[in-house]
């Protein structure tokens, strides 16, 4: 399976689009990394340093992937991780890239 780019993966199976499923942490990580990098000057903008910090996050918080409508049913649910939790697993993928960067 070759896969250039997000819009090559087909997301129909069969007569049903999943496409409008998606992992909720993902939003809340772009929105701390975004926080993260307007707080602190001193952290590294370059491309690679930027991917690496996104992945790392996203490998260390659980994902919890929801149905685009159930936003608000999924924040009140048990298995609701909070932006307090996602921010410090952000913050400690950033100290390792700092201490070792791939740039
Ligand atoms: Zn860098």
């Not at 409008?20 to 340093?49: G, W």
Request: aromatic share 8%; with cysteine.
């Amino acid at each position: 399976m070759e896969i250039f780019s997000r819009d090559g993966i087909d997301y129909n199976i069969e007569d049903c689009s999943v496409i409008d499923i998606f992992n909720y942490n993902e939003l809340i990580v772009l929105k701390v990394i975004r926080e993260i990098l307007q707080e602190d000057h001193s952290l590294c903008r370059c491309p690679i340093c930027l991917e690496d910090l996104f992945a790392l996050s996203m490998n260390s918080i659980p994902p919890r992937y929801i149905q685009i409508t159930s936003i608000k049913k999924y924040v009140n649910s048990g298995s609701f991780i909070d932006e307090k939790t996602i921010r410090k697993k952000v913050l400690e993928a950033w100290e390792k890239i700092k201490s070792k960067p791939g740039h």
